[in-house]
T-cell receptor
């Protein structure tokens, strides 16, 4: 059974710091991996999608890497800002008996102080 | 362009009552997903539909839970009877044709509290 783990569960940093969020998964048979952002009381917003054949994706100050063989992904946030404060979730698209499904980690809650 | 619409946003009910959560996906999307989020278990897929047909309901926890999609613009998730352990945030998401599970647009969620 595919399991997704995110470490740390919570992280507090001062504004301007570069930081890395970690995601690991137990089964390397994935189609892709996504990083989402969730603000309090809101739904999820997709930040980056990495296909299984890709190694990384970049969007602005965000860079996500994927090492499928080791079952790991990282989300790098450069020059963090208070507006980056949110919960970040990692999800893998994993083949299921009846199709594919997104399996989510529990998230890392990031707090950036000014 | 309206996003995924969920109603109600908050629901408080008593144990044993029937609860119905509603979702309107983005127009033109052909996949619809129902998720449940709790502190203990995180975000879990309950069921998903493709072209109004349930594809995978293996995540539905018990027979007390049922979901329907009578047409392309509406879906319901019903809990009958509700129990305190059903308290969670329930999200609906939809995906455009050809995207499958790759690109999901999430609604704001319904926060359910069962007393």
């Amino acid at each position: 059974k595919q399991e997704v783990t995110q470490i740390p569960a919570a992280l507090s940093v001062p504004e301007g710091e570069n930081l890395v969020l970690n995601c690991s998964f137990t089964d390397s048979a994935i189609y892709n991996l996504q990083w989402f952002r969730q603000d309090p009381g809101k739904g999820l917003t997709s930040l980056l999608l990495i296909q299984s054949s890709q190694r990384e994706q970049t969007s602005g100050r965000l860079n996500a890497s994927l090492d499928k063989s080791s079952g790991r992904s990282t989300l790098y946030i450069a020059a963090s800002q208070p507006g980056d404060s949110a919960t970040y979730l990692c999800a893998v698209a994993h083949p299921q008996q009846a199709g594919t499904a997104l399996i989510f980690g529990k998230g890392t809650t990031l707090s950036v102080s000014s | 362009d309206a996003g995924v619409i969920q109603s109600p946003r908050h629901e408080v009910t008593e144990m044993g009552q029937e609860v119905t959560l509603r979702c309107k996906p983005i127009s033109g999307h052909d996949y619809l997903f129902w998720y449940r989020q709790t502190m203990m278990r995180g975000l879990e897929l309950l069921i998903y539909f493709n072209n109004n047909v349930p594809i995978d309901d293996s995540g539905m926890p018990e027979d007390r839970f049922s979901a329907k999609m009578p047409n392309a613009s509406f879906s319901t998730l019903k809990i009958q009877p509700s129990e305190p352990r059903d308290s969670a945030v329930y999200f609906c998401a939809s995906s455009p044709p050809g995207q499958g599970t790759d690109t999901q647009y999430f609604g704001p969620g319904t926060r359910l509290t069962v007393l």
